[in-house]
Each structure stands twice: as C-alpha cells, then as structure tokens.
C-alpha cells in the first residue's frame, strides 16, 4: 500500500535512462500514475518515442558527457517548473562481454565510472538548488541513485560495473549524511536482476522467466521514493531553525 | 569552470560595513560565523538561463547575437524582449559592438536547429519583440544546447552555465546570475544552520545589467517579476517580531522583498513584480544587511546602496576598495553593509505594497 500523503499529481520526477528497462518502466508508471516526469536518454527517435508515448518531457542527452549535464539540468527544471526528486538509473556495463578486470581497457573502467558515478554526482549537484527548494518548501525532495548487487558482491567479470556501482552506492550513503539536514533524502536501490537490455547484454543466455519484470521493480522503487518524500514532508525542515 | 571563479572561492574577501559606517576586511570564508541566532538569511535561487544565442540572421546571411532582457510573460519560453549584436563576441564592449543587420517584423533567425521570428520593436529601435517556434520543450532544449550565458568583456574566459548558477540555483529563470549568491556554499548555509541562523529564499528574475545602448541602459533594471515563498514571508515576520535582523543576498533579494513590504516590515507572499528604483529616498521596511558584490557609482546596483548608507560613506568604500585590491566584478569580492542607523525612522516611504500579479508582461510595450 503506498503511503497516502504524497500527491503523485503534484510530484516532478526526472529519471535518466529513460527509453529502455527499469528506466523506461519508471517514466511510463510514474506518467501513467500522474506525476510530471521528465527523462533524458541518448538517442533523439527514442526520446521522442517515449515522449510521445507518455508525455512526459524528454530530453536528449548523455550523462556521460559533462558538458551535457548543465543543459539537462535547465530542461528538467525548465520543463517541470522545479524538481522533486531525481532517479539516477542510466547505466552502463563497461566492456561486453563482460571481461575479467586484467583484461579491462583502462579507457573502459573510465567510460563506466563517467557513466555510472560522475555522471549522478554532476548531474545531483546541479539539480541540488532545486531539490533542495522543493525541501524548503515543504514538498519534500528525494535522490534515487539506482545500484545492484554487483555494487556489494565481487562477481568475476563485472569489475568495471561493480566498481563503479560500488562507489556510486557510498557517495550515496554519505551524501545521504550531509543532505539530511537540508531534507533531502539519498537512496541507493538494488532493483535486482531484470529482464532488461542491460542484463542481456551482461548475461545473453539467461532465462528471462527467473528475471524480475522492469514494471515490478518500478512500482517498489516508486513506493520507496514516496515514502522517502512523506517522512521528509514531515515538517522538520522549515526555514527556522 | 573558469579559473576566475575557482581562484575566487578559495581566496575571496569580504568588505563589512557596519551601522556606523565603520568598515572591517574578512575573509569571505568567515561568512559562515557572522550573523546571531535567529536572524534570517534570504537569498535568491534563480538560476541563470543562457541567454545569449549566436546565429543567422536568414534574409541576410548575417551573423548575429540575440540576448533575451525580459519575459513576456514569465516561464512562457515562447517570446522574450530582446536586444541584438552583429559579428563578434562579448570581448567587445557592448556599446561597442556591430549593429545586426536591419531586423524587420516576420525576419527570421536560426539559432542552429531553434527558430526565431522578430515580432516588432519595443519603444526602441534597439529592443524587440523575439517569437521562438515550437513548443516548450522544444525551444528549452534549443536555448539549453545553442544559447551561452549573458557575459561582458571584463571576463575573457566563455563561461559556462555551471559559471553562472549559484550554488542553490533552483528555477531557470534569470537572465544573468544573482551574483552575490556566488558567496554561498552548502558549508556556510551549514553553519548558519547549526548557530540557529535562519535561511529562506525567494526567487526573483535578475536582468540584464547592460545593453550598450544608453537609452535602454537608463530604462534598466527592467520591471523584474518575483516570487516569494510562504514560508519565506512567514519567517520574515517571525523574525522581525522577535527583532532579528534580516539579511538579502543580493541587489535582487532587497528589490522583491522592498516591493512586496509592508509598513510593519513584513511581505506579502506570492508573485509580484520588482518595478521600483531603489536608492538614497527609500526607506527600507523589511531588510537590514544586504550581502553584494563591489559596485561603482552610477551602476544601478551602487543606487541601491543608497538606501543603506550615507553618500560619505560610499564614496570613502571606493577608495578603500582600490587600496585594499577588492575585485570588482560578478566573480569577485563581496561586501556586507548594514542599514545606516537613523535616530528616526523616516515615516513615509516610495515603495508601493506587493502586488498581486497574474500573466500580465512585465514590461510596459507596444
């Protein structure tokens, strides 16, 4: 039962990675569900697909790329008038096939901590101001970084995922620490393994009857973000000390 | 990032200036140990939009530079005020950068892939009425790829956005950075915090502060909306009910929060437009410190200084800023004046209530 004193109609939502998996599950449950939702993704006929698709804004961008995070950042609060809480979840798995860490270009481990840490670390900082105005103003705010259990267990093969999982998973925990105060919550979420792109590209022979379905996971992450919001709406984070 | 706001952070100063006119250099780090408990820091956390949009005009060929100067109806990305360069870039002075090529009602501009079409002049052959096509995603996305901050020729460096958005930039709306939030960092806000220091924001569209052209220069600071937080309002009076001191971040934080005032001191929340020049007859009613960066006479930020000191003292901060090797500019040192203290409180004062706006433009035009 999801927690009744969140509005999902008043909610801002932005979500990356938004056009395939878990990413796109969240943008079509949480559109379908009323929020105002924008998602960014790299591919122009995708994000227009989805968008048509969902109405939510799409925007067109990599957060890989640092000098698309500030532009982003504009169109989300541009778009959604403020932000309320962020979904980090595009990801990427370094080399495919996975390969054993002594095989691992170090240009690769680059490209995945871009990916998966600097990339939600940038794009959280710019869209801080936001999230924390919306804290100010009573409507709580929330930062979903999306992680796995590779982030936690050292599996053979998934060095670059894992590694950089791992660290986007601590500098939740503690941004967590030093964004409490202003009421803003920091959540690392395992979704666990998926029936997803991503997943099949990191294991093609896997059966995709023992995965969880995309939608499953979103309606838990989604019930997550509004209980997170309700306990920061609880009103301990007005202007006076 | 340029180099200039790095080296800023680290080693900016700080010029305060008391009550009296008495006058202290600090570190700009210290900003986090000043102020008692239960006053209440204001700022504003607008954040800049890239206003500046370089492209072809498309009857000529010619190369030209749009720089949005107004809303014409807040947060309706579809048409600004506007004013227009021709070939080259912000290391030229504005008065003396090329004229664009003659614009005409239904011109149209290509901004890479973003389309404008020039309505009409607005009461100067100098500022226009600019349409971009398409919807709003559209055209933000155009302005958030193809545009680049507003920035003049004191600071060679291209900016970025990430130059010009404060630390607490929140709501995409102003056309050059409130500058004096450069000052904040989430460590100082901290502080405040664990002393008991009150901390509220509004949001206020900060405009541009130059064209190159005199006459439009003398209309600036253009009417400028607003928008004030319940919760802000409602600190305000707690604060001053209990006779602690408010503190505005910023030119901008002092003009919404002076037009919303009224006479007891406390504001009205909501959405209001900042219309009134601020200066040496304005009694001010809601703050008491303005944190700013260093101005020079006849700018209109130095006019509003005005309101908190004498004329003595501010011609003696320009020579004390001289010796002491302040940096004058948006990226550089900051300074904390208090209200003059008046044996008594003139009972009059220019400034209208807030009012109460809708969608109305902002701008008196055609």
């Given at each position: 039962m999801m927690p009744t004193n969140i509005d999902l109609k008043k909610l801002r939502v932005a979500v990356t990675g938004g056009t395939s998996g878990l990413g796109l599950a969240l943008v079509r449950l949480l559109s379908a569900r009323g929020a105002r939702v924008a998602f960014v993704a790299r591919t122009a006929g995708l994000v227009r697909q989805i968008a048509q698709e969902t109405g939510a804004f799409g925007i067109v961008g990599d957060v890989g790329y640092k000098d698309d995070i500030y532009p982003v950042a504009l169109e989300i609060t541009a778009n959604l008038g403020g932000l309320d809480a962020l979904i980090n979840n595009a990801s990427t798995l370094g080399p495919t096939p996975?390969?054993?860490?002594?095989?691992?270009?170090?240009?690769?481990?680059?490209?995945?901590?871009?990916?998966?840490?600097?990339?939600?670390?940038?794009?959280?900082?710019?869209?801080?101001?936001?999230?924390?105005?919306?804290?100010?103003?009573?409507?709580?705010?929330?930062?979903?970084?999306?992680?796995?259990?590779?982030?936690?267990?050292?599996?053979?093969?998934?060095?670059?995922?894992?590694?950089?999982?791992?660290?986007?998973?601590?500098?939740?925990?503690?941004?967590?620490?030093?964004a409490r105060a202003?009421?803003?919550?920091?959540?690392?979420?395992?979704?666990?393994?998926?029936?997803?792109?991503?997943?099949?590209?990191?294991?093609?022979?896997?059966?995709?009857?023992?995965?969880?379905?995309?939608?499953?996971?979103?309606?838990?992450?989604?019930?997550?973000?509004?209980?997170?919001?309700?306990?920061?709406?609880?009103?301990?984070?007005?202007?006076?000390? | 990032m340029i180099a200039a706001a790095r080296r800023d952070s680290q080693s900016a100063k700080l010029l305060v200036v008391d009550a009296e006119g008495g006058i202290r250099h600090l570190p700009r780090a210290t900003l986090g140990a000043l102020f008692s408990q239960g006053d209440l820091v204001i700022a504003n956390d607008a954040a800049t939009l890239p206003a500046s949009l370089t492209g072809i005009h498309c009857g000529s060929g010619k190369p030209i530079e749009i720089r949005l100067a107004a809303w014409l109806s807040v947060r309706?990305?579809?048409?600004?005020?506007?004013?227009?360069?021709?070939?080259?870039?912000?290391?030229?002075?504005?008065?003396?950068?090329?004229?664009?090529?003659?614009?005409?009602?239904?011109?149209?501009?290509?901004?890479?892939?973003?389309?404008?079409?020039?309505?009409?002049?607005?009461?100067?052959?100098?500022?226009?009425?600019?349409?971009?096509l398409g919807d709003r995603a559209t055209?933000?996305?155009?302005?958030?790829?193809?545009?680049?901050?507003?920035?003049?020729?004191?600071?060679?460096?291209?900016?970025?956005?990430?130059?010009?958005?404060?630390?607490?930039?929140?709501?995409?709306?102003?056309?050059?950075?409130?500058?004096?939030?450069?000052?904040?960092?989430?460590?100082?806000?901290?502080?405040?915090?664990?002393?008991?220091?009150g901390f509220a924001t509004l949001t206020h569209v900060a405009g541009i502060s130059s064209t190159g052209h005199p006459k439009i220069d003398l209309r600036l600071p253009f009417d400028e909306p607003y928008r004030i937080p319940e919760r802000t309002a409602v600190a305000i009076k707690r604060a001053k009910s209990k006779a602690k001191r408010i503190i505005a971040i910023g030119t901008t934080v002092v003009r919404a929060l002076e037009s919303a005032s009224f006479a007891d001191g406390s504001?009205?929340?909501?959405?209001?437009?900042?219309?009134?020049?601020?200066?040496?007859?304005?009694?001010?009613?809601?703050?008491?410190?303005?944190?700013?960066?260093?101005?020079?006479?006849?700018?209109?930020?130095?006019?509003?200084?005005?309101?908190?000191?004498?004329?003595?003292?501010?011609?003696?901060?320009?020579?004390?800023?001289?010796?002491?090797?302040?940096?004058?500019?948006?990226?550089?040192?900051?300074?904390?004046?208090?209200?003059?203290?008046?044996?008594?409180?003139?009972?009059?004062?220019?400034?209208?209530?807030?009012?109460?706006v809708t969608t109305e433009p902002h701008l008196e035009m055609n």
């Open positions: 996975l390969a054993p860490l002594a095989d691992t270009q170090c240009e690769e481990l680059e490209h995945a901590l871009r990916v998966n840490l600097l990339g939600p670390f940038q794009l959280t900082k710019a869209l801080l101001g936001a999230l924390a105005a919306s804290a100010r103003a009573g409507q709580g705010a929330a930062v979903i970084n999306i992680s796995s259990d590779a982030a936690v267990n050292a599996y053979s093969g998934w060095g670059a995922y894992g590694a950089s999982k791992a660290a986007l998973r601590h500098l939740t925990a503690i941004w967590a620490e030093e202003d009421g803003i919550a920091f959540l690392s979420l395992d979704p666990g393994d998926m029936d997803t792109p991503l997943h099949s590209l990191a294991i093609p022979d896997a059966d995709p009857s023992t995965l969880k379905r995309p939608q499953d996971a979103a309606a838990e992450i989604v019930e997550s973000l509004l209980t997170a919001l309700s306990y920061d709406t609880a009103g301990q984070f007005g202007v006076i000390p | 309706d990305p579809t048409r600004f005020a506007a004013i227009a360069f021709g070939a080259g870039d912000h290391r030229t002075p504005t008065e003396k950068r090329m004229l664009p090529p003659p614009l005409l009602p239904g011109d149209q501009l290509a901004f890479g892939p973003l389309m404008a079409v020039v309505e009409h002049p607005l009461n100067d052959p100098h500022l226009y009425r600019l349409r971009f055209i933000m996305a155009g302005i958030a790829r193809q545009g680049r901050p507003i920035q003049y020729a004191h600071v060679r460096e291209s900016l970025s956005l990430r130059d010009v958005w404060t630390k607490i930039a929140a709501d995409p709306i102003a056309f050059e950075p409130p500058s004096a939030g450069f000052a904040l960092d989430w460590r100082t806000l901290e502080n405040w915090r664990q002393r008991g220091i504001v009205r929340a909501g959405d209001g437009i900042a219309s009134k020049h601020l200066g040496r007859e304005t009694s001010l009613r809601v703050v008491d410190t303005l944190l700013t960066g260093l101005h020079q006479p006849g700018d209109s930020h130095f006019e509003l200084l005005r309101a908190f000191a004498d004329e003595t003292v501010l011609l003696k901060l320009s020579a004390v800023c001289i010796r002491n090797g302040y940096r004058i500019h948006e990226f550089g040192d900051s300074m904390l004046i208090e209200r003059r203290r008046t044996a008594v409180r003139r009972s009059f004062s220019l400034l209208c209530c807030g009012r109460a």
